[in-house]
């Protein structure tokens, strides 16, 4: 038996396993992990994916590291984990919290994970409530990548939202981006709009300029990897020209993240680091549906993970510590709820 478990990780005493998220939803294949190694190979694949699941998974790989090699340097396997994928910061969040405890010993780095854990199913609570009293029956909401249960410890960040609204009796539709280049709306948010018994449908990227024209977005829903201080934020590719057309469109745009994804040392958008990934994600697709390639050999490719969003296009960032809208912000007030 697992001594902790979410909708895609368990935790044994000795190893980790994770719900293979490349695999979804053809198959649901648990796969486990022993070792920093296989966890970066887990992490680069995406088979672990989202912001706070990569930070929370890091610290029990290195929890569990730590324990089976005591006199190893735990700080050189922490560097490592920190350098699997640089955009998201709750895994720099977990890891700095697991350094911290480094000279406590290996059962304060066990607790250490478990607390982390524990956190953050609490802060999707909490922002997830958040979210939810913004909308209301008849809402039409339109999210990109994924942002739920498998992304997280607890019940997500924006479709965290979404599902506290649905548990309340709230009425949605949502309109799911199929996220191009790995599709994790077309694949996972679309999977977990079912499991929720929220109607969707789902819609290639392309088409969320036409949608809105047409009048049929009544909000936008995000979550994200990194927020700076003055409320530039990173989230899956095509963020930024869905905030572009909602700005347009005067369509509200909300960030739905907990307070681990912010990052109050960087001041700006332009200091986060983009990961960007290998070509063959743009030049066709692969996953357990198969490998299509459809571009000439080795066409040419520009394939960053994360975009950024400027902070003067987000209605409001939806945070467990609160909700900030641009004259919040000017107040003094900030993220992490003190001003
Ligand atoms: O490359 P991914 O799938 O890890 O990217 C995930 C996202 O961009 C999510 O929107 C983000 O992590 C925030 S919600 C958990």
Redesign the pocket.
Known sequence: MPHLQSRSLRIYANHLEYLDQTQLPQAERWVRCDSPEEWQVAVKS?AI??????GLSAAFVLAQYAARHPQSDWQLVSDHLRATRPT?VNLMYCLDAMEACFEQGVNALAERADALFAEDRTLCQQMAERGADLLQTGDRVLT????GAL??AGV???IGALAVAKQRGVELHVYVDETRP?L?GGRLTAWEMADLDIPYQLIADSMAASLMAAGKVDKVM????RICANGDFA??VGTYMLAVIAHYHQVPFYVV?PYT?VDPACATGAEIPIEQRDPAEIRGVAGAFGEVIWAPDNAPVWNP??DVTPAKLVTAWVLDTGVFDAAAIERGEHFLGRS
């Open positions: 995406l994916r989202g912001a706070p699941l990569i998201a990109h990548c994924n942002t992304a997280t997500g960040t924006a790995l994790q995000v979550g994200a990897d989230n899956k993240a994804t993970a994360f």
